[in-house]
């Protein structure tokens, strides 16, 4: 509530002060214009109606106030197009800002939250397995709890890594002939194990070989594989599909989630970007992951697109040049 007032505030000044400046640049126009017409009326009354040349010096004295008329005015509207443009442009950088300053203390939120929770899951079943004793079944399953949740914390630290060393240009490329495959076969058998409440399918051809990082491709199924997670319901299907054709190479993952609006399909790329109310929203993220899989999609020379699942859900789709 406080930074939308801010924001109300500050606009409201910037209002103010840009209808000020054309107001006075308006006041002043005037003033010259009156004060030049003025100029010309003392010019006129000083002629001597008997002067041979009073119609010639009369004409010159009017041409020339008609001359700086048009000049002014001319001026003037240079000057104002200079004035809106600056305007807009600086409104704009502004608002830009100030949502990139928003998505950032957004994310500060998310990730504070994002790595308490793995840490506390792991602390608190740690401390359980050391002061009890327990049976040998609920052991494995609190190690096996364990494991996931730093495996989610390894992710995490992983986006937010490669994502600033690919913002920077800080990334080194081990681009290498891979098979694709079997990377997201393993992907899928890893989120299949760690989430055994949704319903898995997988068709996954065996000759999708690509020319790529395998730790970025890696990074890439995994954030779309946690995405369809995060917004599906247990016993919801997730499918992932990979197929070769001619020299394409297509990866699909479909969920039966709530589905992305037509007007935000483009924007949840974007870098820290999230969809809903930060402060209501109950998905977990940090609105990274899919700002990192267009990224990786593009260094790999590759297209990424959302499309809507039937009869609900969001297809992404991913396209190699092999």
């Known amino acids: 509530m406080l930074r939308k007032k801010?924001?109300?505030?500050?606009?409201?000044?910037?209002?103010?002060?840009?209808?000020?400046?054309?107001?006075?640049?308006?006041?002043?126009?005037?003033a010259l214009q009156?004060?030049?017409?003025?100029?010309?009326?003392?010019?006129?009354?000083?002629?001597?109606?008997?002067?041979?040349a009073y119609l010639s010096k009369s004409a010159a004295i009017i041409t020339d106030e008609r001359r700086k008329h048009a000049q002014y005015i001319g001026e003037g509207s240079i000057f104002l197009l200079v004035i809106l443009v600056g305007a807009v442009f600086v409104y704009?950088?502004?608002?830009?800002?100030?949502?990139m300053a928003q998505q950032q203390q957004n994310f500060m939120?998310?990730?504070?939250?994002?790595?308490?929770?793995?840490?506390?899951v792991s602390k608190l079943n740690l401390e359980t397995l050391q002061k009890h004793r327990l049976d040998e079944s609920r052991q494995q399953k609190l190690i096996q709890a364990t494991i996931q949740e730093t495996n989610r914390l390894n992710t995490l630290t992983n986006n937010i890594l490669i994502s600033s060393q690919l913002e920077g240009g800080g990334y080194h490329f081990n681009k290498e002939e891979l098979d694709f495959s079997s990377l997201a076969a393993r992907c899928f058998t890893d989120y299949a194990n760690r989430f055994p409440a949704r319903k898995w399918e997988k068709s996954i051809s065996e000759d999708a070989d690509l020319n790529g990082d395998a730790l970025l491709l890696q990074?890439?199924?995994?954030?779309?594989?946690?995405?369809?997670?995060k917004y599906t319901t247990e016993g919801a299907l997730i499918r992932l599909s990979v197929q070769r054709s001619d020299n394409r190479v297509t990866l699909a993952c479909a969920d039966e989630g709530p589905g992305i609006p037509a007007a935000e399909k483009k924007k949840v790329f974007g870098r820290f970007y999230r969809i809903g109310n930060e402060q209501v929203r109950k998905t977990k993220g940090t609105g990274l992951g899919l700002y990192l899989c267009k990224k990786i999609a593009e260094d790999h020379k590759a297209t990424i697109s959302i499309s809507d699942n039937r009869p609900s859900g969001t297809i992404f789709t991913v396209q190699f040049l092999s």
């Open 6 to 30: 801010k924001l109300a505030t500050a606009t409201i000044v910037y209002w103010f002060l840009l209808f000020y400046i054309i107001a006075a640049l308006i006041w002043w126009f005037i």
């Open 34 to 52: 009156q004060q030049t017409h003025q100029m010309s009326m003392d010019k006129l009354a000083e002629l001597q109606a008997g002067d041979p």
């Open 92 to 99: 704009r950088a502004v608002r830009r800002q100030l949502k």
């Open 109 to 120: 939120m998310a990730i504070t939250h994002e790595l308490k929770t793995p840490i506390a």
């Open 219 to 229: 990074i890439l199924v995994n954030n779309l594989l946690d995405n369809a997670v």
